[in-house]
């Protein structure tokens, strides 16, 4: 089974940038889109960004649309999250995602469509 270790999160004024991480392991990471996903406090999860196994295709959310990039180094097996001009609404715990089907492109946001998750990194955005 697939296992995600996302690193990089913190606590950084409302303006600033940060890089989230997202190491994988267990399968064969270059055939599988994947995912960002946030929990902010008292809410559910939701879609962040999303890339395809070749890293050609990409998807947002429109809430971070122009402010966060998605990419990917398949030979070092991670997945990145590049989030910049943050705001305090962009607090949340960050997920990484696995796609459940291979070969598949970047377009889905529902979290049922991807089948392994990272333990999250916290990132805090203050006013």
């Known amino acids: 089974q697939a296992q995600l270790v996302e690193s990089g999160g913190g606590r950084v004024q409302a303006g600033g940038s940060l890089r989230l991480s997202c190491a994988a392991s267990?399968?064969?990471?270059?055939?599988?889109?994947m995912g960002w996903f946030r929990r902010a406090p008292g809410k559910d999860r939701e879609f962040v960004a999303a890339?395809?196994?070749?890293?050609?295709?990409?998807n947002y959310a429109d809430s971070v649309k122009g402010r966060f990039t998605i990419s990917r180094d398949n030979a070092k097996n991670t997945v990145y999250l590049q989030m910049s001009s943050l705001k305090p609404e962009d607090t949340a715990v960050y997920y990484c995602?696995?796609?459940?089907?291979?070969?598949?492109?970047?377009?889905?946001?529902?979290?049922?469509?991807?089948?392994?998750w990272g333990q999250g990194t916290q990132v805090t955005v203050s006013s």
């Open positions: 995602a696995v796609r459940d089907t291979p070969y598949i492109t970047a377009g889905t946001t529902s979290t049922l469509h991807f089948g392994s």
């Open positions: 267990g399968l064969t990471f270059s055939i599988y889109a």
């Open positions: 890339i395809s196994a070749g890293g050609a295709s990409t």
